[in-house]
C-alpha cells in the first residue's frame, strides 16, 4: 500500500502537464483516503479509466465488500476522469452520486471501469461498473462532478 505504480495516461494529455512543468504521472495519486483503500489506477483518460482495489481490508461487519467502499472507487475514478477531461485550468468537484450495489465480494480484487456519459464546459458525468474476478457486476455508479475553474499557479489547484 501507498507504493508507487504506472498510470497509463494519453500522451497529448502528459504533454499538455509537461508543458507547464508538471509530471503529471508523479503529481497523480487516488487521495489518501485512496491510498489507505489500495486503489491501483491502472488506466487514466477522460475517455475510460480502470483501477482495482481488493476487497480484504474494505469491507463491513458482515465480511462482504463495504457499499462505501465501492462509492470510494466509483468517486475517484469519475473525479479523475472530470479532471483530465476539464484540463489543466478546471478542478473536478463531486455533485453526485448514486450507487446501486448488485452482488456482494468477500475476496479479490474488484475491478471499476468508468466511462463518461456527458463531457460539458462545466459538468462531467461517468457511469463506473465494478466487477468481481469472475466479471460479475458488483456495483454499478453514476457520478457527476462540477467543473470549476482551478486557483493555483499555472491553472493547477494550490495544496492549500
Known amino acids: 500500500m501507498g507504493e508507487h505504480h504506472a498510470v497509463k495516461f494519453p500522451q497529448e494529455i502528459l504533454d499538455e502537464y509537461a508543458a507547464l512543468g508538471i509530471d503529471l504521472p508523479t503529481l497523480f495519486s ?24 481488493p476487497v480484504e481490508g474494505n469491507t463491513q461487519p458482515y465480511g462482504l465488500l463495504h457499499g462505501g467502499a465501492s462509492a470510494v472507487l466509483a468517486e475517484t475514478l469519475g473525479s479523475v476522469g472530470a479532471m483530465l477531461h476539464g484540463g489543466i485550468n478546471k478542478i473536478a468537484v463531486g455533485v453526485d452520486l448514486n450507487c446501486t450495489h448488485h452482488r456482494g465480494a468477500r ?13 460539458g464546459r462545466s459538468t462531467a458525468s461517468y457511469e463506473v461498473v465494478i466487477s468481481d474476478e469472475q466479471d460479475r457486476r458488483v456495483c454499478t455508479a453514476r457520478l457527476t462532478c462540477l467543473l470549476r475553474d482551478a486557483e ?7 495544496a492549500s
Open 30 to 53: 487516488a487521495g489518501h483516503l485512496g491510498e489507505r483503500m489500495d486503489i491501483r489506477i491502472l488506466e487514466a483518460s477522460p475517455q475510460r479509466l480502470v483501477a482495482t482495489m
Open 107 to 119: 475476496s479479490g480484487l474488484v475491478t471499476g471501469v468508468a466511462t463518461p456519459l456527458h463531457l
Open 152 to 158: 493555483g499557479a499555472g491553472g493547477v489547484p494550490s
